[in-house]
């Protein structure tokens, strides 16, 4: 069983840039296809980026791309969001999932495919 946790969130300006990073122990991540969900008061959690098993195959919800590019290093054992060009809306709790995938080159944009979950990091955006 992987653990993971969070790191990185904090309170930035509008137009700013912050960098999440997701740690696993446990488990190697090169087993795991992953991603990244937010999700703000009041709202379901929703969506935002995914990747491959191997890293080599990304998708991003509407709302963040262009800004915001998921990574994931296997050697380190951990997973990156990088995001850009920050607005209001992206203020969230972001969480970061995993689940063993049904092939090396699928990719999982629901959270009901996600079997491991990290407690969530908090990222404010200040207008």
């Known amino acids: 069983q992987v653990q993971l946790v969070e790191s990185g969130g904090g309170l930035v300006q509008a137009g700013g840039s912050l960098s999440l990073s997701c740690a696993a122990s446990?488990?190697?991540?090169?087993?795991?296809?992953m991603g990244w969900f937010r999700q703000a008061p009041g709202n379901a959690r929703e969506f935002v980026a995914a990747?491959?098993?191997?890293?080599?195959?990304?998708d991003y919800a509407d709302s963040v791309k262009g800004r915001f590019t998921i990574s994931k290093d296997n050697g380190e054992n951990t997973m990156y969001l990088r995001m850009k060009s920050l607005k209001p809306e992206d203020t969230a709790i972001y969480y970061c999932?995993?689940?063993?995938?049904?092939?090396?080159?699928?990719?999982?944009?629901?959270?009901?495919?996600?079997?491991?979950w990290g407690q969530g990091t908090q990222v404010t955006v200040s207008s």
């Open positions: 990747i491959t098993r191997s890293g080599d195959r990304t």
């Open positions: 999932a995993a689940t063993w995938p049904y092939s090396a080159g699928s990719l999982y944009l629901t959270t009901n495919n996600y079997n491991y």
């Open positions: 446990g488990r190697t991540l090169r087993s795991y296809a």
